[in-house]
């Protein structure tokens, strides 16, 4: 895995299935309460914009990470878990958001208001449930390496 290269238990430590599905399934459902009540109006959607970029091309890093780990195993695909919603949902969304607001102007307190509920939403959504559950001993280990699985067998071979 990818989030886990270099680790002791890279199919469970420090990312797990349960991190993963808490990270994606806990932020859609609070993205999209937060868009539904509209409580955050335009700081929301600043908010939304950071991260489409932040996702965009934290995920272009783990590309390269993945092919500087998996590329003497034969790995030459640009690809990393992630990266196809980074590509087709965040950075067009992102996009977007930067025309609207292009067009609109939001001012530079609603900006940095933005920016904090980036970091909060962040630190509830991603950070809290990875630090919380981050443990060698979870059963939770991811089964298959899904993309990876090809490279498996070539990595603890050559450990």
């Known amino acids: 895995m990818i989030y886990n290269l270099g680790s002791t238990y890279p199919d469970l430590y420090p990312m797990s299935e349960l991190t993963d599905m808490l990270t994606n399934f806990l932020g859609g459902?609070?993205?999209f309460i937060a868009t539904e009540t509209n409580h955050y109006g335009?700081?929301?959607g600043i908010a939304t914009l950071l991260f489409g970029y932040f996702e965009f091309i934290i995920h272009n890093f783990l590309c390269l990470q993945s092919l500087n780990a998996y590329g003497k195993?034969?790995?030459i695909t640009y690809y990393a878990p992630g990266m196809i919603t980074a590509l087709l949902c965040w950075l067009p969304l992102a996009i977007g958001l930067t025309v609207y607001f292009n067009r609109h102007r939001p001012g530079i307190k609603a900006w940095f208001q933005g920016v904090g509920?980036?970091?909060l939403l962040s630190l509830a959504i991603v950070q809290l449930p990875e630090a919380m559950l981050k443990t060698p001993n979870n059963p939770y280990r991811f089964g298959n390496y899904g993309y990876y699985q090809k490279y498996k067998t070539q990595v603890e071979a050559h450990h």
């Open 117 to 119: 509920v980036l970091i």
């Open 42 to 44: 335009v700081r929301l």
């Open 29 to 31: 459902l609070v993205w």
């Open 73 to 75: 195993y034969g790995q």
